[in-house]
Every structure is written in C-alpha cells, then in structure tokens.
C-alpha cells in the first residue's frame, strides 16, 4: 500500500497542480493508496506569495493580511476534514478555485458558501472552524512538516508500507515523478527515511 503526505500552501499554484496528480494517481493507477494534503504557514511561504503576486513583501499590513488569510483557510480546512477526508478535500479544492483560479477574496461568506457546495454541516462548520481542536490539529501539522524535515509546499513523503518503513522525499510532485516511483518499486525499498528519526534524502 502507498501511504502519501503532500505538504501544501493551501493557497499555491504549484500545490494544486500536485493534489491534482495525486488524485489522478490514486483514481488510475493505484486502488491501494491513502494520501493526505498537509498545510504549511511560514513567513517563507507567505515571501513567495507576495513575490509570485507582485505585492510588496516587506510591507508589514499586507504581509500579516496574507497571514490570516492563510491561517483561516488552513482553520477552514481543518474544520471540513472533522466531516470526512472526502468533503475536507473538496472544500480545500473550492475554495483554491476560487480564490486562486477565479480572483475570489477570501470572507466568511466565501468559506460558507463553499462548505454548504460540499453538503458540510453548517453549524458544526461554524463551531470547528475557529475552535481550539482546529488550531490544535493545525499545529500538530506544523510539528510533523518539522519532523519530516519539510520546509517547501509542493513536498511529498511516500510511504510503501508494504515493503518497508522506510521511504521517499519528494521536493516536486509531478504525473511523471509519481509515475516513475509506482514502476520503480526499487526506490521504495531504500532507507531514505525512517518514521521513527527521519533522515531524508531529496529527489
């Protein structure tokens, strides 16, 4: 079985682009395959943000804007996965089209809209989204990004439990590099990375 933690911006370009061929695995080549989508907030990643939308990056306002922007879609996000990893992931995917795709402003009424898209329960939606439970599972996401050693979005651990414990770090997630480690099973099968004390090889 492949076991895959994609580590994303929840707002990026390039991480969609990732969660799709990751969907697009898991939907025609693999049946045994469990992925999850982790987020990622750093003032790194909100610099690339800035610099990839031509806004002032040493601007101290938009800066801590962009922040909680970020922050609350990651609170959102974790909010919708408490209603099951299928409806967490298309929430995720809603509102990265309309935010990054359509030129939508994040607001409350934009989360909203998405979650009752998704059939969400609302008022429980309401309550999880800015609740200590969200925060908490939003830090737990920060401390294994950290013990994995992942700093970038885009960045995915593999897993073949099958084989071993051991597995891969991939610091660019494409159709053709997923491809590439489903037919080389040989790769999985390296100590690249162990789950008791990570020791990381990039590819």
Do not use: W
């Amino acid at each position: 079985m492949l076991e895959v933690y994609l580590f994303i911006n929840p707002l990026g370009s390039r991480c969609m682009k990732s969660e799709r061929s990751i969907l697009r695995l898991a939907g025609t080549i693999l049946d045994n395959i469990s992925y999850q989508f982790i987020p990622l907030l750093s003032p790194k990643i909100i610099d690339s943000h800035l610099r990839n939308s031509d806004e002032l990056s040493n601007d101290l306002t938009t800066r801590n804007e962009q922040f909680e922007v970020h922050y609350k879609t990651i609170l959102d996000y974790k909010a919708a996965l408490f209603q099951g990893k299928k409806r967490g992931r298309q929430f995720l995917m809603g509102m990265q089209d309309a935010i990054v795709e359509e030129g939508r402003e994040y607001s409350d009424d934009l989360a909203l809209e998405i979650a009752e898209r998704y059939s969400l329960d609302l008022e429980m939606f309401q309550e999880d989204r800015r609740s200590p439970l969200a925060q908490k599972a939003f830090k737990a996401d920060q401390h294994l990004a950290a013990e994995m050693k992942v700093e970038s979005p885009s960045t995915a651990v593999i897993y073949n439990i099958s084989v071993s414990d051991y597995g891969l770090l991939l610091d660019d997630v494409t159709d053709q590099t997923l491809y590439n480690i489903c037919e080389d099973q040989g790769l999985l099968n390296q100590p690249l990375i162990n789950h008791g004390k990570p020791n990381l090889r990039v590819l």
